[in-house]
């Protein structure tokens, strides 16, 4: 049976773990760099991460052993100001590969702090982004994941400021605002600070849904955007499969499948794709139809 694949724009890595795989690549090849390290995996993709610690990029959680002189890669999703501050103290060296948008949010924090805001994340509070901004927020904040949490929350003051983790959903952040709307509180500033390729991402899986007949969202199982695609694509009612890499995918999987659309997290590399569209095509002689509309 002949079949189609549908892709969509934007595929593969987004600007901000562009820039962080690149930093932390160029960083491999400078020979000043004796031992350089990552704090976590520069981006949430296990293939990725792999092949740069065959490269010679060393990851680690925390600080400890790292030694005046080495260098340490800040992950794409932030660290706190506490972790920067002990770095600069003991002479390590840092490269910052916070993603830009992250910086924003993290200035935002710092800023409604300065003014006296008690601040709401809203996110997971387990994730290496949310935790930084907690860090640049200060003692007076609260992480809040979806709209029972925020139905349930105390606000220790009645001055708000909302930012949100920038691979959050817009569906998440308004039934989120809906609830603190209802609040008692005498200011409240709300900063949508989802990124831009999160939103469109979003929007193209969604309308990507209506076209095919299944979904395959590739990309890191510990990916929040990734796993954000996919419970999108899933409420849809179409069938979707979330696969980290081709090794992952069956062939009975695709079975009776004539159109198939492939969907990727923002830190899913170019060539973990193109290894599951060889895989697919191997299955079922499905051939390429370019770019869906």
């Known amino acids: 049976m002949r079949s189609d694949i549908k892709l969509i724009e934007p595929l593969g890595f987004c600007y901000g773990v562009r820039r962080a795989v690149n930093l932390a690549e160029q960083a491999i090849k400078d020979k000043a760099n004796t031992r350089i390290y990552s704090l976590g995996g520069i981006i949430h993709n296990r293939d990725a991460v792999n092949k740069l610690s065959q490269k010679g990029l060393k990851v680690k959680d925390n600080l400890n052993g790292v030694k005046e002189g080495n260098a340490v890669i800040i992950s794409s ?19 910052d590969a916070t993603c830009p948008n992250v910086i924003t949010s993290q200035r935002l924090c710092e800023r409604l702090k300065s003014e006296g805001y008690f601040i709401v994340i809203i996110g997971e509070k387990e994730h290496r982004e949310v935790k930084a901004l907690r860090g640049f927020a200060g003692e007076k904040n609260i992480v809040i994941k979806d709209a029972v949490e925020a139905r349930h929350a105390k606000l220790d003051s009645k001055k708000i400021g909302v930012v949100a983790q920038t ?7 308004t039934k989120i605002i809906k609830e603190l709307l209802n609040k008692d509180y005498i200011e409240l500033r ?3 600070t989802i990124c831009n390729d999160t939103a469109r991402r979003q929007k193209a899986a969604l309308d990507l849904t209506k076209k095919v007949d299944m979904m395959f969202v590739i990309g890191g ?4 955007n990734t796993r954000r695609l996919f419970e999108l694509c899933r409420k849809s009612g179409r069938k979707c499969l979330h696969i980290e890499n081709d090794a992952e995918l069956k062939r009975e999987a695709i079975k009776n499948a004539r159109v198939i659309g492939v969907i990727s997290g923002a830190s899913t590399p170019d060539w973990v794709i193109d290894n599951v569209l060889k895989r697919i095509k191997s299955f079922k002689k499905i051939y390429k139809k370019g770019v869906a509309n």
């Open 221 to 224: 199982k510990h990916s929040a």
């Open 77 to 95: 999703h932030g660290t706190e100001p506490s972790v920067l501050e002990e770095a600069k103290k003991r002479g390590i060296r840092i490269i």
């Open 190 to 192: 709300i900063f949508n």
């Open 167 to 173: 691979t959050q959903s817009k569906d998440n952040l």
